[in-house]
């Protein structure tokens, strides 16, 4: 059997990788913060950036199963979609009943990427809400500068 036909796509790059990018260089960012408070020897910064890269890390490793949920389920509907075209230049009773259980097929990854874009949201929301929480007792734990008049 040949390897199936490779289609040029549009280079974008898509929602798994950006979020992943974007909570590693969170990661890594809250990480340098840790380090520059340790050795300024500013315990409560220090505690701070861990706690964040403690957050940035579990939210890395909650959304990545629903992130390739939500790939697997777009490759099978690329898959069908492309037997579906291929079937359609055959017309017939037995294709027009192979288009259909495409279709259903088609119908069922659709509700599955729906539902785990859903899981990805109800993540975000989770993290965003422990990160907010996070901040602001950060606030309160942290001394007040006092302020100067000039």
Not at 5 to 28: A, M, Q, W
Not at 130 to 145: D, F, G, I, T, V
Request: charged content about 30%; hydrophobic content about 35%; some cysteine.
């Amino acid at each position: 059997t040949k390897p199936p036909k490779l289609k040029p796509g549009c280079g974008g790059f898509g929602i798994r990788n950006f979020l992943t990018l974007f909570l590693s260089i969170e990661v890594s960012k809250a990480m340098s913060e840790g380090q520059a408070a340790k050795l300024r020897g500013d315990e409560i910064e220090q505690a701070y950036a861990e706690k964040r890269v403690a957050l940035f890390t579990e939210q890395l490793n909650e959304s990545n199963p629903i992130l390739t949920e939500i790939s697997d389920c777009m490759t099978a509907e690329g898959r069908i979609r492309e037997q579906m075209t291929l079937l359609q230049d055959n017309q017939g009773k037995d294709n027009q009943m192979t288009m259909d259980s495409l279709r259903e097929q088609m119908d069922a990854y659709a509700n599955a990427k729906l539902a785990a874009n859903k899981k990805l949201m109800e993540c975000s929301s989770k993290y965003n809400i422990l990160m907010k929480e996070l901040r602001l007792e950060h606030e309160e734990e942290s001394p007040q500068e006092e302020k100067q008049l000039v």
